[in-house]
C-alpha cells in the first residue's frame, strides 16, 4: 500500500511540470509545429521538382536540364563556435548562379552540436532543446528570438522588417498553475495582453481560466482565442508568404 501511494505521489508531482496545454491553444510548441510549414514544404518541393545533389553542408538544385553553373540554385551552410563557446552559430547562405542573394542565420546555446542541414530544411531544428535560439531572415530584416529557463520560455516575434513592433508570448511555470501571455509593444505602444492559467492543483487540474486587458478582465475563452488569433495571424502570414517573396524579390526557385 505504501509503494502505491509513493507511486501515485510522484506521479501527480511530475505532472505539475509537464501539462499539456489545450490543442487548441497557442503554446509555442504549437506554434513551432504548425507556424513554418510552408516554408519546410517549399524546401521539400525543391527536391520533387528539380535535380539536386546533396553533402552533408551543401545542397545543390539543378533548375535546367543542362546542369552547367549557370542553372544552380545553391544553399550552403558554414557554422562556427563564438569565442567564449556558449553559442553556436549556423549561417544558410543561398546562391543563384554564384551569386549570394540571402541568408538565414541561427542562433543557439544550451546545445553541443551544429545543426544538421537537413533539420534546417525541415525546421525540426526548432523541436530541440536549447536556451536561446535566434532565426534571422537576413534580406527582409525578420528576427524570431526564443529563450528558456526552468521558470518560462519566451519568444519574441519582430515579423515586420525594421519596425519596432514586437509580438511577445510567454509561457510560466509555476508550482500550482501554468501560464501563458500574449502581447505585442512598440515604440509608445502596449498591447492589451492575452492570458490563459491553468490550474496545476490536485483538486481542480487542468482547469483554465481566460484574461483581456491590462486590467485582466476574466472572459470566456471565445473572446481569448479571438484576440489570441488576431495577434498571431500577423506573425503566421508573414511566415507563410515568405516561401513567395523568396521566389518573387529574391529569385528563389518556383515550385509546383
Request: glycine share 4%; charged share 20%.
Amino acid at each position: 500500500m505504501r509503494l502505491f501511494l509513493l507511486i501515485l505521489f510522484f506521479s501527480l508531482s511530475s505532472n505539475v511540470f509537464s501539462a499539456d496545454w489545450p490543442i487548441q491553444m497557442h503554446s509555442i510548441e504549437n506554434f513551432n509545429k504548425t507556424s513554418y510549414n510552408s516554408l519546410s514544404t517549399y524546401f521539400s518541393n525543391l527536391k520533387t521538382n528539380y535535380a539536386f545533389i546533396e553533402k552533408e553542408k551543401e545542397i545543390i538544385f539543378f533548375t535546367e536540364i543542362n546542369r552547367s553553373r549557370s542553372n544552380q540554385f545553391k544553399i550552403i551552410q558554414k557554422s562556427f563556435k563564438s569565442q567564449n563557446d556558449i553559442f553556436y552559430n549556423d549561417f544558410f547562405s543561398f546562391y543563384l548562379n554564384n551569386f549570394l542573394i540571402e541568408t538565414i542565420t541561427i542562433k543557439r546555446s544550451g546545445v553541443n552540436s551544429f545543426l544538421k542541414l537537413k533539420n534546417f530544411l525541415n525546421f525540426s531544428f526548432l523541436q530541440s532543446n536549447y536556451n536561446y535560439l535566434s532565426l534571422k531572415f537576413s534580406k527582409f530584416n525578420i528576427n524570431i528570438n526564443y529563450l528558456k529557463t526552468k521558470e518560462n520560455s519566451k519568444v519574441t516575434f519582430k515579423p515586420y522588417g525594421d519596425s519596432p513592433l514586437e509580438i511577445q508570448l510567454i509561457e510560466s511555470y509555476l508550482e500550482t498553475k501554468q501560464i501563458s501571455q500574449l502581447y505585442y509593444q512598440c515604440d509608445g505602444c502596449d498591447g492589451d495582453k492575452v492570458t490563459a492559467v491553468m490550474n496545476l492543483d490536485r483538486d481542480h487540474y487542468g482547469e483554465m481560466s481566460y484574461y483581456l486587458s491590462n486590467n485582466q478582465t476574466q472572459v470566456n475563452p471565445v473572446s481569448f482565442y479571438t484576440q489570441a488569433s488576431g495577434y498571431l495571424s500577423g506573425v503566421r502570414s508573414v511566415l507563410d508568404s515568405m516561401p513567395n517573396r523568396f521566389c518573387s524579390n529574391l529569385g528563389f526557385p518556383l515550385v509546383e
